[in-house]
């Protein structure tokens, strides 16, 4: 608020001196214009008086020079002389000669206005008998007239001084209205910055109210998806080991009844045996499910450091190199080169990989290609792909493929933990894992992990994995 009143003054004051600008301009041009072009009317109204007075002296001597009366026509002329305002009045024969002449003292600087206005030899002047000039003589003499201009300078300076006090006032009526207007506009700008502000105010608690709502509702939310997983969890793990609970336990009540029956023992030795073998086999499966779901649910530390993922790649196929030749499965290695390092954990990258890799090898039971390429499109991330043209995924199975206890196995050849462990791996990692597959056809896996990216701690590796928070164990 108080930056959008300080901005509204800060425009209105640029306003105003602009306005003063404008107006100290125009008017200052205008009065020049005004000024000469009264100067010029005064000038020439003077000039016009100065030319018709030089005939009214030509018309009245003219008496006087055919009489050839010159005390009469000095006594006009110094009359004449003295009328105010006339500086200089001289007649001058044709020879250059002064004949008469007046002058008159004006103060110092004061303009004057010179005329010259010829005497022509009029044809009373040439017949007369007193001084007759020739009729071929056009020009008896010259009539000179100096006229002041200190009237006409004066008016000038009075005019001047109006328009310079007329121009002061129009300026300061105009700049107390635009004044006025901007304060006015600068009032209602500051009742509407005080509006909007109240209305800002207004609607960031209304955002933060409905904020919390909102965060209210997730967090419920999230427990109702915790309370969610976790049901669906016991479900499935109880699932999973009743299957062969049911059967040790059925053995057991077998084996049991022979020995409460008092049945000779000797005759079922080969059935106790096979019985026994499958009570350990059931129980090996339910440690099994145990074991990996404690695997999947506990994070361990990471022991971070720059991991070359070629190494970790190339360690892996050595670790399958005999399934390989078994399967008649035939390796293709594309490792970039000059990759950049990985900030993480080397170990469980390896379990990355070789999971991925064992699932691509017992999907190709008789032969096959695996192909491994480690790439980095933007020397940012690393990408792995691990693909195989080996039976595939259903299509209904991968939204749901990194679940816990998802498996397309055989029963009794996987738990459907490997690929939810892999999930967790990468999102501990910072980075993102997708698959596509098409039946009959094979499956591709695409790992992006960052280079040098932050490794998530083990609450944030629960956080943004498709595992919810309410699978971790403890």
Not at 102 to 113: A, F, H
Not at 210 to 223: C, F, N, P, S, V
Not at 357 to 373: D, K, Q, S, T, W
Not at 420 to 441: C, K, L, M, N, P
Request: proline share 4%.
């Amino acid at each position: 608020m108080r930056d959008a009143a300080r901005f509204s003054r800060s425009v209105g004051a640029k306003l105003f001196l602009l306005v003063l600008l404008v107006l100290l301009l125009s008017f200052g041009v205008l009065g020049f214009l005004n000024v000469r072009l009264h100067r010029r009317h005064l000038e020439a109204a003077r000039l016009g008086a100065a030319t018709r007075l030089a005939d009214v002296v030509r018309r009245s001597t003219s008496h006087s020079m055919l009489r050839n009366d010159r005390l009469a026509l000095r006594h006009l002329v110094e009359t004449i002389g003295k009328q105010p305002g006339i500086e200089r009045l001289r007649i001058v024969d044709a020879k250059g000669h002064v004949a008469f002449s007046t002058r008159t003292d004006l103060p110092p600087g004061t303009r004057m206005l010179e005329t010259a206005t010829p005497i022509f030899n009029a044809p009373s002047c040439a017949t007369a008998a007193c001084h007759a000039h020739p009729a071929s003589q056009k020009t008896l003499g010259m009539l000179e007239l100096n006229l002041s201009l200190a009237d006409e300078d004066a008016n000038i300076r009075s005019a001047t001084w109006q328009f310079i006090m007329q121009s002061g006032v129009a300026i300061f009526v105009t700049l107390l209205a635009t004044g006025m207007f901007l304060w006015h506009v600068g009032r209602r700008l500051d009742e509407a910055n005080e509006e909007i502000t109240a209305w800002t105010h207004t609607l960031e608690d209304r955002v933060q109210h409905k904020t919390a709502e909102l965060k209210r509702a997730h967090e419920q939310m999230i427990q109702a998806e915790k309370l969610t997983s976790l049901g669906k969890l016991a479900a499935v793990v109880a699932h999973e080991i009743n299957n062969p609970l049911s059967g040790i336990l059925t053995y057991a009540k077998l084996l049991r009844k022979w020995i409460d029956r008092g049945d000779d023992l000797q005759r079922h030795v080969v059935d106790m045996r096979d019985s026994l073998m499958l009570i350990e086999s059931e129980s090996r499966r339910c440690g099994d499910i145990v074991r990996s779901l404690l695997t999947f649910a506990r994070v361990q530390p990471l022991n971070i450091s720059d991991v070359d993922i070629n190494r970790v790649a190339l360690q892996c196929t050595k670790l399958v190199e005999h399934k390989l030749d078994l399967g008649n499965i035939a390796l293709h290695l594309e490792l970039g080169e000059h990759l950049p390092p990985i900030r993480g954990d080397a170990g469980q990258l390896e379990q990355l990989l070789l999971a991925l890799v064992m699932n691509a090898i017992e999907a190709m039971p008789r032969e096959g290609n695996l192909h491994i390429v480690t790439t980095s499109p933007d020397g940012e991330s690393i990408v792995i792909r691990v693909e195989d043209n080996g039976v595939g995924i259903p299509q209904e199975l991968l939204p749901r493929l990194f679940e816990p206890f998802t498996t397309t196995k055989e029963e009794g050849k996987g738990v459907g933990l490997g690929l939810a462990i892999s999930r967790a791996i990468v999102d501990r990692h910072g980075g993102r894992i997708e698959v596509t597959s098409q039946a009959g056809r094979g499956t591709a896996f695409v790992i992006t992990l960052p280079c040098g990216g932050q490794v998530c701690s083990t609450k944030d590796a629960f956080s943004s994995s498709t595992m919810s928070p309410a699978f971790a164990i403890r």
